[in-house]
């Protein structure tokens, strides 16, 4: 009923119009499963490998096509084992982790489909309506996702007092619409960056009074608490052992210093990726001085990775992890690393890429492993494809 009877890969279009892996998954019983993988921009050194789609997609039918056949699809640690099989390789350069990270998901939802299970229910999740992942809206933002913006990579609004995940997404997106309103009496005129942020011209203090305005603003609207927070991306910046910002550099000790600053002068609740992904102890300096009032988040530090999940919690370093599935390759990887966070205190943050595609499968992943929060952007086509997943998960369930 369940076993893999056929799978298919192709080429399709991201949204930054890239070509990117998706796949299908057929059981014998006639249940289906479509995945596509997802891409970064700004991706860590210690990903996991991914292949030109073409590449990808030719390798995985030479090697993990006749593997998963036969396969349960239900089962997804032996869809995942076969997939690693396949691969041969400790980073998923024999297949790519964008082949393998496709296949992986489209199974797990053709076995919720065998199965007739909601795939959140299926990757082992109920939603209890009394803990929702909060989704962290990104409304500004520049780095490697725009242009001439900002230098800091993401300004977050974090609606944690939400009462729902419905009221979560409206208030985010509200917050980016808010944002656009002060860009526009500014007279800053401003597209949009690779996640639908907005991308002005403006230094990362603008951007802080932009995102504390609107966020002020909208809570008052909203009748709860929206938060702010940020993804610094703070390995793109660091060069020469020091960070490179558009208008000065800061040493390691000030980078940590200014962080510090941040935390305190904005009551930041989320902080990602504050210094270079090699940097154990900063990470751990930091987590020291703020960990108590904020999330400090590691992304490409950790790159949803056990074993150096373990090395940061062995260090304190950080007390947060981001977890993308296409970093690891498969989705009982991206399990593993959530259940190491969970085990040692780290809030597991669920979360897109900046190429993305209408793939939904992160907002049950978020569900199934009851993360505290979700990371998937706060509007745009692909963005609002997991949000309004999430949104029917919760209608679904309560
Ligand atoms: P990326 O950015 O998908 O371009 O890596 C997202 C992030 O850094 O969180
Ligand atoms: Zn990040």
């Given at each position: 009923?369940?076993?893999?009877?056929?799978?298919?890969?192709?080429?399709?279009?991201?949204?930054?119009?890239?070509?990117?892996?998706?796949?299908?998954?057929?059981?014998?019983?006639?249940?289906?499963?479509?995945?596509?993988a997802p891409s970064g921009a700004s991706t860590g050194a210690h990903e996991a490998i991914?292949?030109?789609?073409?590449?990808?997609?030719?390798?995985?039918?030479?090697?993990?096509?006749?593997?998963?056949?036969?396969?349960?699809?239900?089962?997804?640690?032996?869809?995942?084992?076969?997939?690693?099989?396949?691969?041969?390789?400790?980073?998923?350069?024999?297949?790519?982790?964008?082949?393998?990270?496709?296949?992986?998901?489209?199974?797990?939802?053709?076995?919720?489909?065998?199965?007739?299970t909601p795939l959140y229910?299926?990757?082992?999740?109920?939603?209890?309506?009394?803990?929702?992942?909060?989704?962290?809206?990104?409304?500004?933002?520049?780095?490697?996702h725009a242009a001439d913006a900002t230098d800091i990579q993401e300004f977050l609004a974090v609606p944690s007092g939400a009462p729902s995940v419905s009221d979560a997404v409206f208030a985010n997106a509200?917050?980016?619409?808010?944002?656009?309103?002060?860009?526009?009496?500014?007279?800053?005129?401003?597209?949009?960056?690779?996640?639908?942020?907005?991308?002005?011209?403006?230094?990362?203090?603008?951007?802080?009074?932009?995102?504390?305005?609107?966020?002020?603003?909208v809570s008052d609207e909203v009748g709860f608490h929206v938060g702010t927070g940020v993804d610094v991306a703070a390995a793109e910046l660091h060069e020469d052992d020091a960070y490179q910002y558009t208008n000065r550099v800061r040493l390691r000790a000030e980078q940590i210093d200014y962080v510090v600053d941040l935390v305190e002068e904005y009551d930041l609740e989320y902080v990602e990726d504050?210094?270079?992904?090699?940097?154990?102890?900063?990470?751990?300096?930091?987590?020291?001085?703020?960990?108590?009032?904020?999330?400090?988040?590691?992304?490409?530090?950790?790159?949803?990775?056990?074993?150096?999940?373990?090395r940061g919690i062995d260090a304190g370093a950080g007390n947060s992890v981001l977890i993308k599935p296409n970093q690891i390759g498969t989705l009982s990887a991206a399990f593993d690393a959530v259940e190491l966070a969970r085990e040692n205190a780290y809030a597991p943050v669920v979360s897109h890429r900046s190429g993305e595609t209408e793939d939904a499968t992160i907002a049950h992943?978020?569900?199934?492993?009851?993360?505290?929060?979700v990371k998937t952007g706060a509007v745009g086509g692909e963005r609002t494809a997991k949000l309004n997943e999430l949104i029917r998960i919760e209608d679904d369930a309560l």
């Open positions: 009923m369940t076993t893999v009877a056929d799978v298919r890969l192709r080429r399709v279009l991201d949204s930054r119009g890239n070509p990117t892996v998706e796949a299908d998954v057929l059981t014998e019983s006639g249940a289906f499963g479509r995945a596509a991914e292949l030109p789609p073409a590449e990808a997609i030719a390798k995985a039918r030479e090697h993990a096509v006749p593997r998963l056949t036969g396969v349960d699809a239900a089962d997804q640690r032996s869809v995942d084992r076969a997939l690693a099989a396949a691969d041969g390789t400790d980073d998923f350069s024999g297949i790519g982790a964008n082949a393998a990270v496709a296949l992986s998901m489209a199974a797990a939802k053709a076995g919720a489909a065998a199965l007739g229910q299926h990757l082992g999740g109920t939603f209890r309506g009394d803990g929702f992942p909060v989704p962290l809206g990104n409304v500004i933002g520049g780095g490697e509200r917050v980016h619409e808010v944002v656009g309103e002060l860009l526009a009496e500014r007279d800053v005129p401003a597209g949009k960056g690779d996640e639908g942020a907005w991308a002005p011209s403006v230094g990362d203090g603008e951007a802080f009074e932009l995102l504390a305005e609107a966020t002020d603003r504050p210094l270079d992904e090699e940097d154990f102890d900063g990470y751990a300096d930091l987590t020291d001085r703020v960990g108590d009032r904020t999330l400090i988040c590691g992304d490409d530090l950790f790159v949803t990775d056990v074993d150096r999940i373990q992943l978020a569900v199934a492993t009851d993360a505290p929060f």
